[in-house]
Structure formats: structure tokens, C-alpha cells
């Protein structure tokens, strides 16, 4: 089946074999059991709308046509988001790209827009966004609100369902495309649901007063002592960070460009951006927990070039990948007062086949240690049992090997989403085969 192309101006589809493709892919390969299922996956053909108009007419004529439709921004989520299970249309939004309005405390933008971009604009009224993930330079804030968590910033200001998203227009996929303006507890029904409740057109996020950061990288021989100093940190009210990261050895040794920084391969690293008045602090304190500035990028050259970002989030598995293709991860919330004694666990049943990097963030509210650590993969049923084991000794897993909405975890509002789901997307053509029914996941 294939709509009427005319009808949305042929400048707008894209039908050549292998960028289809392309853009019918994103970063699921990071999971090998998500590389074999998904693969071969395609669209029929991508849209790339350049006006609001000409994408809501594509996705009227997908709701005649009862063609699926799969959103896309940049494609870097790790999931398979936005790979479209049955064919039909893959929509690219990252042309509508557009400030709407930044104000005081908040800016509103088009879906498409890439988050570094983003980023650039609010800094010119001298203020910053609260959270972003470390794949700002290509991702979209559609993209992030739709199927990203959280990442820099979120030790400070929590994940996506935290107040940080204010508001979104949203096009629906009913009988005539509607258009609703979301606000409040229903936002939840959006964010993080792959797009299958709707289609979210621009977005309003809170931006907060900009602040000089100062990016360092701090080692330690001991990897419970940057654990403690990093609690210490990301615990502190005194200090004013967006990012504090830990890497167990030999993880630095992935990261090229600061590898030569390091003496030998057995340090363990933090990776903090921190306020520029309480950098002094943090390098003098590390010293009490035997640690040592070895690399530190001034204010002045905040985002400019390789940043210490690039090491950390989802990026610490990319450089892993780089260097051997045996890497996997998982994201796991560890516990704030037993984290250390849990990863010791982990570490004593299974030893280097599993190397811990934590990131610290709110999540509703708590402060947590959550970790992305690595896997040295063998096969599905071994990643299965460490997943066990985690769950069972309570550093409860987001598992990020499955594609289905729920199944990885998050606490989402399942029922809620299914509902709105239902509601928006009464042809259910939205992202297929991502949301399992409900019952199913319940497991009933
Ligand atoms: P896409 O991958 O294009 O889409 C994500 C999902 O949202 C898909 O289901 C898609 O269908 C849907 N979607 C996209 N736009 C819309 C829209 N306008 N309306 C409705 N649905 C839509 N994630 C984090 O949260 N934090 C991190 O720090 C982080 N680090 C990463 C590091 C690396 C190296 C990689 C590869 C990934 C990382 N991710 C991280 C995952 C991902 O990069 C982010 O979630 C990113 O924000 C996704 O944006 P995108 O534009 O690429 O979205």
C-alpha cells in the first residue's frame, strides 16, 4: 500500500533504497540480541516534511490509507525506537527545526530541533537547559522527550518525568489529525512512549540562569574511593554540578583522547562538570580520597571541541564498542546506601565479565547511583542470569535488549499510555508492535 506522494510534494519523500534504510535504523545495534531481531528492518519510504502543514497532511493521508507511521528524529536512541517493525512511513522531523519563543525560565520549540542547537539559542538570553543527553549534538528534543530518560544535568535536575518538559503540542492519529496542547500529569503519557501516543510537533522546556562550567577528570587507584567522592559530590548541596560520572579500570583505557592523560591502565576515573567557584574545592577534597586532577577543560572552552561529556552516558558503551565489538551494557539503579556492597556482589559471581559505570542522577526525586555498566556478552541466556542477578539483590535493571515499551523498565505509566494510545491512535498505525497490549506486559 502506498499513499498518494503527490499529495505531500515529492521534495518532501525520500525513496532511494539504502537512505531508507539508513533512516530507517538507530543505535540498537548496541544490543546484540536487538541487532538479530531488527536488522532488517525497513520503511517503505521516509517523509521528511519541511512545514507543520505538510506533516500533518502526510499523516492524514496515512490515517486514510491506514499506513503505518514511525516518528524519527535523529535516530540515536538505543532501543530500536524508532525502527519501524511492518514497513509503511518513516517521518523525519528534523526539519522543523524552529525556536517558537524563549522567554524567562522557559523556551519553546519545534520537535526537531537538535538539542545543541537548542542549547546555542538559550545560551544567547544567558541561560541553559536543565537536562540533556550526551547525543545533544545530533538528537532532537522530540527525539529525547519521546524516547531518551535523562543525562547531563540530571544529577541536579532529574530525568525527562521530573519537570522537564513543560508543555507539547501533540498531532493525533485519529479519523480527522487533531491537534491537543498537553500539559501537566498527562505529559506522562508522552514522554518516553516512542512516540506511540502521538506525534509531538514542539515542545516547552524550562531553561534555568547559565552557569560557568569547569569540565574535570579526577583519578583514583581505588575505585571505592572515587565511588565515595563522587557520592560526596553528587550528595553535596554546596556544590553545583551537571554531571558526575565514575568509570571502573580499564574502562579509561577505551577513551583515546584521554588515555594519554593517565599513568597506567588500572586508574579509575571521575568525570564531573562543575560550577567554576567550586571547582577549587572539588580538586582539593579529591585529594583526601587519594584522588588527582589529571585533565581539566576552563570554563572559557565549555563546549568547545571533544568535551568530558563524551565519555560519559551512553557514550562510555560507544568508546567500549570502538574497541572491542564483545561490549554490551545494561542501566540499573543501584541502591544509594548499599551501591558498593551490591557491585561487590556482582563483581565476586562474575567477576571482569562486568565493568561498573555509574552515573549519578535524581529519578523522582531521589538522588541514585545508576549504573550502565558494561557486559562482556556470550549469549543471551548468560546477559539473562546477570540481569537475574541484579534484580534479586535489588539493583533493579532497565533492561535496554528489548524494543517493547514496559518491558525495559522506567516505571512507566503503562495503563495510562495504552489508554492514550487508544484515544490518539485509534488505528493503531503509531510506531507498531512497540507497545505491547497491556495485559500482556502485566504479564496477565
Ligand atoms: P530518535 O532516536 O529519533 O527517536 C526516539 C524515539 O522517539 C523513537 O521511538 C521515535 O519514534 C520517537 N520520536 C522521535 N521524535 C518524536 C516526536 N517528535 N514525536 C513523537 N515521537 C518521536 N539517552 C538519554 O536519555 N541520555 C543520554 O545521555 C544518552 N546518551 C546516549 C549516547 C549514545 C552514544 C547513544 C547512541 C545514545 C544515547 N542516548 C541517551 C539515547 C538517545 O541518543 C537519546 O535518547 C536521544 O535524545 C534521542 O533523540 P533522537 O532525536 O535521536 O530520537
Redesign the pocket.
Known amino acids: 500500500m502506498k499513499m498518494s506522494i503527490e499529495t505531500v510534494g515529492t521534495e518532501n519523500v525520500v525513496q532511494e533504497a539504502d537512505v531508507v534504510s539508513k533512516l530507517s535504523k ?2 540498537y545495534w ?1 544490543s546484540p540480541i536487538l541487532d538479530k531481531k531488527l536488522n532488517n528492518k525497513k520503511a517503505d519510504y521516509v517523509i521528511v516534511p519541511d512545514s507543520e502543514e505538510t506533516l500533518k497532511a502526510a499523516l492524514q493521508l496515512a490515517v486514510n490509507e491506514k499506513i503505518p507511521v ?9 532501543y530500536g ?2 525502527v519501524p517493525m511492518t514497513g509503511g512511513v518513516v517521518v523525519d ?2 526539519k522543523l527545526n524552529q525556536i517558537k519563543e524563549i522567554g524567562e525560565g522557559f523556551a519553546r520549540v519545534q ?2 530541533m ?2 545543541r542547537d537548542l542549547e546555542k539559542n538559550v545560551h544567547i538570553t544567558d541561560q541553559e537547559l536543565t537536562i ?5 549534538v ?15 544535568g540530571s544529577v541536579t535536575w532529574g530525568n ?1 518525568w521530573d519537570g522537564n518538559v513543560l508543555e507539547a503540542k ?1 498531532l493525533t492519529m485519529e479519523e480527522t489529525v487533531q491537534e491537543k496542547v498537553v500539559t501537566g500529569e498527562e505529559l506522562l503519557t ?1 514522554i518516553h ?4 501516543t ?4 514542539e ?1 516547552t522546556i524550562p531553561i534555568k540562569p547559565k552557569t560557568r562550567w569547569v569540565q574535570e577528570v579526577i583519578s583514583f587507584a581505588h575505585f571505592h574511593e572515587a565511588f565515595e567522592f563522587s557520592k560526596i559530590i553528587a550528595e553535596s548541596p554546596r556544590w553545583k554540578k551537571r554531571l558526575v560520572s565514575i568509570v571502573e579500570a580499564p574502562i579509561p583505557t577505551f577513551f583515546r583522547p584521554l588515555k594519554k592523560m593517565m599513568q597506567n591502565h588500572e586508574e579509575h576515573l571521575i568525570l564531573i562538570e562543575i560550577a567554576e567557584e567550586d571547582h577549587g574545592q572539588i580538586v582539593e577534597q579529591a585529594l583526601n580520597w587519594n584522588g588527582k586532577s589529571i585533565h581539566t577543560i576552563g570554563a572559557e572552552d565549555y563546549r568547545k571541541g571533544i568535551g568530558i ?1 563524551d565519555f ?4 562510555t ?2 568508546w567500549a564498542l570502538k574497541a572491542d565489538k564483545k561490549w554490551t551494557y545494561l542501566q540499573n539503579f543501584f541502591s544509594l546506601e548499599k551501591g558498593l556492597a551490591q557491585m561487590e556482589q556482582i563483581k565476586e559471581r562474575f567477576g571482569d565479565e562486568i565493568l561498573f559505570h555509574v ?1 549519578w542522577l535524581k529519578d523522582r526525586g531521589k538522588l541514585i547511583p545508576a549504573g550502565l555498566p558494561l557486559i562482556k556478552y556470550e549469549s543471551k541466556e548468560r546477559l539473562y542470569e546477570i540481569i537475574d542477578f541484579f534484580n534479586e539483590i535489588g539493583a533493579s535493571v532497565n533492561d535496554p535488549h528489548t524494543y517493547l515499551l514496559g518491558a525495559g523498565g522506567w516505571n512507566l505509566q503503562l495503563e495510562a499510555i495504552t489508554k492514550k494510545k487508544r484515544e490518539n491512535d485509534p488505528f493503531d498505525l503509531l ?1 507498531q508492535e ?1 507497545l505491547p497490549a497491556y495485559d500482556a506486559v502485566k504479564g496477565i
Do not use: C, M
Request: proline content about 2%; charged content about 10%; cysteine-free.
Open positions: 538507530d543505535y548496541y514511525t516518528i524519527r528524529g535523529a535516530g540515536t536512541g538505543n525506537q524508532a522531523l528534523t520537535a526537531g537538535r538539542i540533556y543527553p550526551s547525543t545533544f545530533k538528537a532532537t528534543i522530540g527525539g529525547f522527550v519521546s524516547g531518551g530518560s535523562g543525562g547531563i525527562l501533540v508522552y512512549s516512542y512516540g506511540t502521538g506525534i509531538i510537533t515542545v561529556s560519559t552516558w551512553n557514550h558503551t560507544l552515573e510506531n512497540k
